[in-house]
């Protein structure tokens, strides 16, 4: 009988669960939904919005393909750190917990694969 709950199986569930997150993220950044514009725009980064939905899908497709999974995993992080440092200091650390539990899930997604 083969056993389907393996480690490597649960880190591409949470590879998908990662990906599913920061690909609606980083379509709504780039499409410019109400709620980026205004968040963006209350910590005077809107000309970057797009940008920003760019490194992160950019990211999120890295991390999928295997060969290349490790530098979507560094880019992800490097982003969700930037979130990190960015709420800490313009939100008075309110919003900090995802991106931290995010950038844990990546690192956790990638490891459990390789």
Request: hydrophobic share 55%; charged share 10%; aromatic share 10%.
């Amino acid at each position: 009988m083969k056993k389907y709950i393996t480690l490597k199986n649960f880190g591409w569930l949470l590879t998908v669960l990662v990906t599913f997150m920061l690909g609606m993220s980083g379509v709504s950044k780039i499409v410019g939904t109400e709620e980026m514009v205004k968040n963006f725009t209350y910590m005077n980064l809107l000309p970057y919005l797009a940008l920003l939905g760019v490194v992160e899908l950019s990211g999120v497709v890295m991390l999928c393909i295997p060969k290349t999974s490790k530098y979507g995993a560094v880019l992800l992080s490097s982003y969700l750190s930037g979130a990190v440092a960015i709420h800490m200091a313009m939100m008075g650390g309110t919003g900090v917990l995802v991106p931290i539990i995010l950038g844990l899930a990546v690192w956790s997604a990638y490891c459990l694969r390789s």
